[in-house]
Nanobody, 122 residues
Framework: QVQLVESGGGLVQAGGSLRLTCAASGRTFRRAAMGWFRQAPGKEREFVAA????????YYGDSVKGRFTISRDNAKNTVYLQMNSLKPEDTAVYYC???????????????WGQGTQVTVSS
């Protein structure tokens, strides 16, 4: 089992950058696919990015392609989400998640962090 804690959220102006960090504990981190999702008020949870365990392949939601980058450091049990060129519509609570496949499907992730708020002002 993996336990996840996100950090790095905050308030930023449009066009700015933030880096989110997800610290994982547990012996199975290296075998877990990791994902970032976000949820804005009144909306469903949305896939942002994922990185697989073996090979480290990455996948992105259409709305963040070219602006966000997911990466993992297995030596530090950490996953990062670098967010550049932020837009007001990126405002949401961002969640880190662990699963087996690294897909965009919420139900395929079995462990979630508590979330970190990202607010982008116009």
């Amino acid at each position: 089992q993996v336990q996840l804690v996100e950090s790095g959220g905050g308030l930023v102006q449009a066009g700015g950058s933030l880096r989110l960090t997800c610290a994982a504990s547990g012996r199975t981190f290296r075998r877990a696919a990791m994902g970032w999702f976000r949820q804005a008020p009144g909306k469903e949870r949305e896939f942002v990015a994922a990185v697989r365990d073996i090979g480290g392949s990455t996948y992105y939601g259409d709305s963040v392609k070219g602006r966000f980058t997911i990466s993992r450091d297995n030596a530090k049990n950490t996953v990062y989400l670098q967010m550049n060129s932020l837009k007001p519509e990126d405002t949401a609570v961002y969640y880190c998640a662990a699963g087996n496949y690294g897909t965009p499907v919420v139900s395929q992730y079995d462990t979630w962090g508590q979330g970190t708020q990202v607010t982008v002002s116009s």
